[in-house]
């Protein structure tokens, strides 16, 4: 025959939030049947009682040592030193009681305002991913000290509707692509950050083949306005062109482009195609 065993329920552990705290304590102790200690203080001893009623106080010294110890196992050190010179269990109840039931209230009322600085948070202008993310988190991880933990649905699904407008094309595919449900906050901050750096990338790519053209266009201009038409060679006035061969004529003194040569070619090449075109409308006239 197998021996029954008796599972002995965890102490509850005080994690500064009392008011949860207390109702898991209390149930705790009158489980045990030590909530009287909490309530009603221990008699003390007199001369006139009678054995039965000193061995009743001493039974509930007794119990008071182990409701004691109970309570110094559900409070951490930096808690307990606040509350060493407290003797009885309902003392040390009491005296977390004025503590921190105080605190919680304090708590909440910080909660109210999280709850609205969250719903109003939107990503700013000119703000990265890294920077709006660590923002959020900061205020949902101090929610969660607070008492209300949003968990990644919440947070995942309130950053997807507040990025600015340039990012509307890649929350639509990600939420056409993806489960929301199932979708962590690290994995929407690390695609969100992937696309970031593409949009970055083809913003530089688009600023630089703007100022290669805008280049290439100013020096279009100011080459047309060195070599053609009035003022031919102005800027270059310093540039002594002594030394310089002409791959026309290879005379010194001048460049291929402004040879006389080549001028008095030109000029015999567009006297005769007008005197053929003179030939051929007398042609056509007679």
Not at 90 to 111: C, E, F, M, P
Not at 233 to 253: I, M, N, P, W
Request: glycine content about 6%; overall charge negative; some cysteine.
């Amino acid at each position: 025959m197998a021996e029954s065993s008796f599972v002995q329920p965890a102490i509850p552990k005080f994690d500064g939030h009392y008011d949860h705290w207390a109702m898991l304590m209390e149930n705790f102790l009158r489980s045990k049947e030590y909530w009287g200690l909490v309530e009603n203080e221990i008699p003390a001893a007199a001369e006139d009682l009678t054995d039965a009623q000193r061995k009743n106080i001493e039974d509930q010294k007794l119990k008071d040592l182990k409701a004691k110890n109970y309570l110094f196992q559900a409070i951490d050190r930096s808690v307990l030193e606040t509350i060493l010179n407290k003797d009885t269990t309902k003392n040390i109840w009491d005296s977390l009681k004025q503590k921190y039931q105080g605190t919680t209230q304090v708590k909440r009322a910080h909660l109210q305002a999280l709850r609205k600085e969250f719903e109003i948070l939107h990503m700013k202008t000119g703000e990265s991913v890294n920077e709006y993310f660590a923002r959020t988190l900061a205020i949902a991880n101090k929610m969660k000290a607070n008492g209300e933990n949003k968990g990644d649905v919440a947070v995942v699904e309130k950053i997807l509707r507040s990025m600015t407008p340039k990012f509307d094309y890649v929350v639509c595919s990600i939420e056409e692509s993806k489960n929301i449900d199932i979708l962590t906050i690290d994995e929407l901050q690390s695609s969100l950050f992937v696309h970031e750096q593409r949009m970055r990338s083809h913003e530089e790519e688009e600023h630089a083949l703007k100022i290669s053209h805008g280049d290439q266009l100013g020096g279009r201009g100011r080459g047309r306005g060195s070599f053609r038409g009035r003022g031919r060679g102005r800027g270059r006035q310093s540039f002594d062109k002594a030394t310089v061969e002409c791959y026309s004529c290879h005379k010194l003194g001048h460049f291929q482009w402004e040879c006389p040569s080549k001028e008095k070619e030109a000029n015999y090449v567009e006297t005769e195609e007008e005197m053929l075109l003179m030939a051929c409308v007398d042609k056509a006239n007679g």
